[in-house]
């Protein structure tokens, strides 16, 4: 049977559509170790199925071929976006205490 779309296609929306909601919010949870692995067995269940291919390093050759980060990479970067949100709420709001102040 021939696909509708092509696997370009199908892995940019894997990243732009399905990727955020499966992480969504998962920057403020504290996760173990585990339900991180269960994360990353889900999304390379997704490349297995779309590349059809059944390795886990040939899994991995595909996601670096189209600059896939994985799971943990992924949280890691949202987790520190996060972070970098209140450093500059902080800023702005030790600005706005120091122009009420004045």
């Known amino acids: 049977m021939r696909r509708a779309a092509s696997e370009h296609v199908v892995v940019e929306l894997l990243k732009t559509k399905c990727l955020p909601v499966l992480l969504y919010g998962l920057e ?26 059944k390795s886990n390093e040939n899994v991995r050759l595909c996601m670096d071929m189209f600059n896939c980060d994985d799971v943990a990479t992924l949280l890691t970067k949202r987790k520190q976006k996060f972070a970098g949100c ?17």
């Open 86 to 102: 209140f450093d500059r709420m902080d800023s702005i709001l030790y600005e706005l205490v120091v122009v009420i102040s004045d």
């Open 28 to 53: 403020v949870c504290s996760l173990s170790k585990a339900q991180v692995k269960y994360l990353g067995y889900a999304v390379s269940s997704c490349y297995k199925k779309i590349f059809n291919v």
